[in-house]
């Protein structure tokens, strides 16, 4: 069963915020959500990660819900560069788990 | 400013053959990962070492062995390569081992082929 759950792509216009849903319903509770992305198959990128607080870095807004069920990435101003695959990463039983991501393409 | 550094960046195998993969972390990173991506799928966690001199399987150890060489280095070996093992293959590290507060550093990647 996933231990993570994503809409396998979306699109996004340039310049518009990007709004990128994940579902972990089997998420610990000391456990925290991660972000990453992947471009052109190069290694994964850090992107932001939280654990019940709403968090925000000079990338993206990481936006947790109360039941840390489900969580939102935010990118607001997307850019042609940003179009990538991005991954919502949990731990479950020690073990980190990346699911297969949203492609994210960015329409100019 | 080489962060995590994979050698090599491509390789074609024939099955049956050995293979160890580099890893090397400039960081001085406590803990080093093992991961493969199979098209389509995101990263499976293969092995791990959480610290020098200790190491630990992931998700998908079977047909890989590992080595801790140092604080530096992670080193992933196929003693008998199958075409299954055929996919890119990422190294990562991390200041300690959790992902609590301490996100992993992922290298570019090895491409592996096995005919």
């Known amino acids: 069963d996933a231990k993570t759950t994503q809409p396998p792509s979306m699109d996004c216009a340039e310049g518009r915020a990007a709004n990128l849903p994940c579902n972990h319903s089997t998420i610990s509770g000391n456990e925290y959500v991660y972000w990453y992305r992947q471009i052109h198959s190069q290694g994964p990128q850090y992107i932001i990660h939280?654990?019940?607080n709403n968090e925000t870095n000079e990338m993206a807004s990481l936006i947790i819900t109360e039941d840390r069920k489900s969580s939102t990435l935010i990118l607001p101003h997307a850019t042609l560069r940003d179009t990538a695959v991005y991954y919502c990463?949990?731990?479950?039983?020690?073990?980190?788990?990346f699911g297969t991501g949203t492609s994210l393409t960015v329409i100019p | 400013n080489a962060g995590v550094t994979q050698t090599p960046k491509f390789q074609v195998l024939k099955t049956g053959q050995s293979m160890t993969l580099q890893c090397a972390q400039d960081m001085n990173h406590n803990s080093m990962y093992w991961y493969r991506q199979d098209p389509g799928m995101g990263l499976r966690l293969i092995y791990y070492?959480?610290?020098?001199?200790?190491?630990d399987k992931g998700e998908v150890p079977n047909g890989y062995n590992v080595s801790r060489l140092n604080k530096r280095e992670f080193s992933l070996r196929l003693e008998s390569a199958a075409p299954s093992q055929t996919s890119v293959y990422f190294c990562?590290?991390?200041?300690?081992?959790?992902?609590?507060?301490?996100?992993?550093?992922f290298g570019d990647g090895t491409r592996l082929s096995i005919l």
């Open positions: 939280g654990l019940k």
């Open positions: 070492s959480a610290s020098e001199g200790t190491t």
């Open positions: 990562a590290s991390s200041e300690v081992f959790s992902w609590g507060n301490q996100p992993q550093h």
């Open positions: 990463i949990v731990r479950v039983a020690g073990q980190f788990y």
